[in-house]
């Protein structure tokens, strides 16, 4: 079983729509959650962070942390067609060095 | 210029080559890493780097090597590239704001490998 699991999709959605990607993960000393997007032919970029349980809201972004079901959500309100990329969560206990496992990532399309 | 930069951003090499790639960062943060993403695999770490004397093998070193030139200088070497060592190859850097969770990597734009 891998450590984290990420539907790949594709999703695709028309723009103002309400998007929420997901993933899920089995080790349970998972502590630190992140999303990042990447751009087609482009290196992730940290989009939002979170230490253990609990919503974060950036803008139109929102993180969702339930460990109790080992399972975290981003939120995207008003998609915009600037948001079409791959999605990936990542995430790591404390005092591992830094390593983080990394989901498989899940493409959206925002249609105008 | 970007912070972290990797060359080539595209390579083609044939069964056997030693090949090299290239990372160098001006964020100066004293961590960097190699990643390797696979569609459907996601993304896997290969070696990791605390310092310039620090070096570790991540999940999936076997084939690789690294050396860590200085603290803005990061390389992975293929001694003999095999088809599947295709994929795309990240580097990323860190700093130790990330022990408490904070911040995350910042990752170069990849450099795609094919091996034929």
């Known amino acids: 079983q891998k450590e984290v699991e990420q539907d790949p999709g594709p999703l695709s959605v028309p723009e103002g729509a309400i998007v929420s990607l997901n993933c899920t993960y089995s080790n349970s000393a998972f502590q630190y959650f992140m999303w990042y997007r990447q751009y087609s032919r482009k290196g992730p970029e940290l989009l939002m962070y979170t230490y253990s349980s609990g919503n974060k809201e950036d803008g139109r972004f929102t993180a969702q942390v339930d460990k109790s079901s080992k399972y975290i959500s981003l939120f995207i309100r008003d998609s915009q067609p600037s948001d079409s990329a791959t999605y990936l969560c990542a995430m790591r206990q404390r005092n591992t060095g830094n390593q983080f496992y990394f989901g498989t990532g899940t493409s959206l399309t925002v249609i105008p | ?116």
């Open chain 2, 1 to 116: 210029d970007a912070d972290v930069t990797q060359t080539p951003r595209n390579r083609i090499t044939k069964t056997g080559k030693r090949i090299m790639l290239e990372c160098s960062q001006t964020k100066g943060h004293d961590r960097m890493y190699w990643y390797r993403q696979d569609p459907g695999l996601g993304l896997r770490l290969i070696y990791y780097s605390f310092d310039v004397k620090d070096i570790n093998k991540g999940e999936i070193s076997d084939g690789y090597s690294v050396s860590r030139q200085a603290q803005a200088k990061f390389s992975l070497s293929l001694e003999s590239a095999i088809p599947n060592q295709t994929a795309l190859y990240f580097c990323a850097t860190s700093d130790s704001q990330g022990d408490r969770g904070l911040g995350g990597y910042t990752f170069g734009s990849g450099t795609r490998l094919t091996v034929v």
